[in-house]
């Protein structure tokens, strides 16, 4: 898996500590894409699963963090080895909230049973491609999205639901 960086926020996806993970490869395109090198799935360093677990555990007996996103590029165009790492992420730190950001569509996800699986064990999902002459302001309080048009789905109970919309 090509793995563009790693990086810590605080605060950036509501409270607390994220460690956020850049997984390379997209083929949307989005027209002022955020990381538009990231599209490129060669991009960044190869790392394995098992690499990518002992940081995970690392992380976890850290105690610093309390949500993990799986960003990008686009995560979803690798999605058996995004699976694989939802699932080590859910064994190894069954506490830890995961955040996925892709573009697909939430119909687009529900026609594929691998993509359905990362978004159902997944606590916030945010879907749909960027669109520039939407873009949300960077200091718009609560951002969680790049452009307006972008859903964000939050575990309730044990499904997940559309909570909110851009504005």
Not at 132 to 155: F, H, M, T, Y
Request: charged residues 25%.
């Amino acid at each position: 898996m090509k793995i563009a960086w790693i990086k810590s926020s605080a605060g950036l996806y509501e409270n607390g500590w994220s460690q956020e993970i850049y997984i390379s490869g997209c083929k949307h395109n989005c027209k002022g894409c955020q990381n538009p090198q990231l599209q490129y799935f060669g991009f960044g360093e190869e790392m394995s699963l098992a690499e990518l677990t002992e940081k995970i555990k690392g992380w976890h007996e850290f105690g610093l963090y309390n949500k993990i996103v799986l960003t990008g590029g686009d995560p979803l165009w690798s999605k058996e080895n995004t699976i694989e790492l939802i699932k080590i992420i859910k064994k190894e730190a069954p506490e830890l909230k995961i955040w996925l950001y892709t573009g697909f569509t939430r119909e687009e996800i529900q026609a594929d049973p691998i993509m359905e699986e990362c978004f159902n064990l997944c606590d916030v999902v945010v879907t749909d491609r960027y669109i520039e002459r939407l873009r949300v302001p960077d200091n718009q309080p609560n951002r969680l999205a790049g452009s307006s048009n972008q859903r964000i789905w939050r575990k309730s109970h044990k499904d997940l639901e559309m909570v909110a919309m851009q504005t």
